[in-house]
């Protein structure tokens, strides 16, 4: 349940007074999440999401962000528009911790996505892409492939502890990736953490996107990768080729992708792999017993690591 910080009538009425957005009819706190405190926020103009930004996302960084929401939304990418304040703010603070609001958009995320929702999936990370050519903000990926062999070197302990044997294969993997990782991909402002829950869908159709907290400049491919893993994987841990397929092809409708791209894809997807198995495994020993949140399981991203060891080959051609 992610409402970490609680907001009382009092200061949500202060921070409405900011604000144009009329007067509230309803407030109540979102259980999704991880990260943030999330409210949903109606008032008698509309219907908002207010953040507080809890621990992860740096203060500093948060213009980086926002500001991206509202350059996507402005070339008609259906991402929630941050509401500016009076004095044209945006970043506000309550409770001593930064808060925006956003538009409230509408549409639902599927828990298991169809070969049909992988299509439309990848056509709006395509349009993400197009949508974000151009915008000026500018944020290295700290967790790219240069960060995985250091990030490791604090957790291979916990690679064993989860099972014996693990610190190897994965320092195995490490040295094949630092190896095999391909540079020069066209690149961009890349959403880097795609996955169903951050997608909106109304009749099947891909209706938004949510969760910029991790976007970053690295290959627009290397997106596409993150949402290999997260897409189109069964919950028997088999990779299903057609779900991939119909991902890349619904991408490619807006963006084909270059014969260097559809190259990399198998690696791309080994090292999206490794990024989510190796926060997860840091997520899993750090997160204290009892605490709110239930940290992502590493073993679902340790299996499909072995799927790509194993070579996933046939994505080239399809
Ligand atoms: N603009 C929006 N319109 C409608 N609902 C939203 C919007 N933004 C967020 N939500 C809702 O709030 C929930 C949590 O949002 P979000 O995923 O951004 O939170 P988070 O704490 O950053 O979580 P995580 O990083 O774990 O995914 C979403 O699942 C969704 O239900
Ligand atoms: N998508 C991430 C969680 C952070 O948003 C994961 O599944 O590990």
Redesign the pocket.
């Known amino acids: 349940m992610a409402v970490y910080t609680d907001i009382s009538d009092e200061e949500l009425d202060a921070l409405l007074a900011d604000y144009d957005v009329g007067e509230a009819l309803a407030f109540k706190g979102i259980a999704e999440g991880?990260?943030n405190s999330n409210f949903l926020l109606e008032t008698t103009k509309g219907r908002f999401i207010l953040t507080l930004y809890e621990r992860r996302v740096k203060a500093d960084e948060l213009p980086y962000f926002l500001n991206l929401m509202t350059w996507l939304a402005d070339r008609g990418f259906p991402s929630a528009r941050p509401v500016a304040d009076r004095e044209g703010r945006v970043l506000k603070t309550v409770r001593e911790k930064p808060a925006a609001m956003v538009e409230f958009l509408t549409g639902l995320s599927v828990r298991r996505p169809t070969v049909a929702h992988c299509r439309e999936a990848g056509g709006g990370l395509a349009r993400f892409h197009l949508a974000g050519d151009g915008y000026p903000g500018r944020r290295a990926n700290d967790l790219g492939q240069p960060s995985w062999a250091p990030m490791f070197d604090r957790l291979g302990a916990a690679a064993e502890d989860l099972k014996p044997g693990l610190a190897a294969t994965i320092a195995g993997d490490l040295a094949m990736l630092a190896k095999a990782w391909p540079g020069g991909l066209p690149s961009g402002t890349i959403h880097a953490?795609l996955?169903p829950?951050?997608v909106f869908f109304r009749e099947g159709r891909f209706a938004a996107a949510i969760?910029f907290?991790?976007a970053c400049d690295d290959a627009y491919a290397y997106d596409l990768a993150v949402m290999l893993n997260?897409w189109c994987f069964e919950a028997d841990g088999s990779f299903n080729l057609t779900a991939a397929r119909a991902l890349l092809a619904g991408y490619q409708e807006h963006r084909p992708l270059s014969a260097a791209e559809r190259e990399a894809l198998p690696v791309l997807a080994h090292g999206a792999a490794m990024r989510?198995f190796l926060?997860?495994l840091n997520?899993w020993f750090s997160t204290p017993t009892g605490a709110l949140v239930r940290p992502?399981d590493p073993l679902e991203?340790e299996r499909k690591l072995a799927v790509h060891r194993a070579g996933l080959d046939l994505l080239a051609d399809a």
Do not use: G, L, P
């Open positions: 991880v990260e953490d996955f829950d951050n969760d907290y991790f997260a989510f926060t997860r997520d992502k991203y």
